[in-house]
Structures are given as structure tokens and as C-alpha cells.
């Protein structure tokens, strides 16, 4: 059989008919390429979002060390608050519970010498 013949037949078995045999393999091609093409696209998508999740992996990663570095610093002092004097002790208690030292304008809370600092 001859080139022709084969893809007559095919065809004729494929679709019930052997014409116009040409422009049906050509649109199979056709849809074959841009099948290929529809692929290729979304693999680079796909890659794009895979580098983008190992980037905000790696950035999640970053945070939670740097959380957790302060997180044993606040937990080291809260432990060792007992071993403090007034007013460092009373400082931190107030940084670690409302995250800023609290209104002292007549310098009673923390003392006359951290208001003095303060104003330095």
C-alpha cells in the first residue's frame, strides 16, 4: 500500500469517510501543535508558580526564625522578671505585656531616673 492509500484508509476507519483526507490530517496536525503549544505554556506557568511558592516558603522560613529569636529573648526575661529590681523590672513588665512603657509624666512608675533618661 501506498502512503495515500494508508492514510485513506485510516481515515475512512477513523471518520467513516476518505474525504477530503488532507485537511484532515492537516487539522489533526493543527490541533496536535497547538496542543503542544497549550503544554509548553502551562508547564512555564506551573514553574513560574512553583519558584514563587519556594520563594514565599523560604520567606515564611525567614520570619518564623526571626520570631522565634524574640520569642526566647521575651521568654528569657519573663522567666527572670523575680531577679530584677524596680523600676527595670517594672519596664519590662509593661513592654512585654502592653508591647510599650505605659504613661509616666511624673516619673512615679518607673522612677526619676528612667524619666531622666528618657528626656536624654
Not at 523575680?82 to 522612677?111: I, S, W
Request: glycine share 6%; charged share 30%; net charge negative.
Amino acid at each position: 500500500m501506498e502512503r495515500h492509500e494508508i492514510h485513506n484508509r485510516i481515515t475512512e476507519l477513523m471518520f467513516g469517510t476518505t474525504a477530503p483526507t488532507g485537511q484532515i490530517w492537516t487539522a489533526i496536525h493543527e490541533i496536535e501543535h497547538e496542543d503542544a503549544a497549550r503544554v509548553a505554556a502551562l508547564e512555564s506557568e506551573s514553574a513560574q508558580y512553583r519558584e514563587a511558592a519556594e520563594k514565599a516558603d523560604a520567606e515564611v522560613e525567614r520570619l518564623r526564625k526571626h520570631a522565634d529569636f524574640y520569642l526566647n529573648r521575651c521568654n528569657l526575661l519573663v522567666k527572670n522578671q523575680h531577679r530584677m529590681r524596680d523600676p527595670e523590672r517594672t519596664l519590662v513588665c509593661d513592654v512585654l505585656a502592653n508591647g510599650q512603657l505605659l504613661p509616666d509624666p511624673d516619673g512615679k512608675r518607673y522612677g526619676s531616673a528612667a524619666l531622666a533618661a528618657g528626656k536624654g
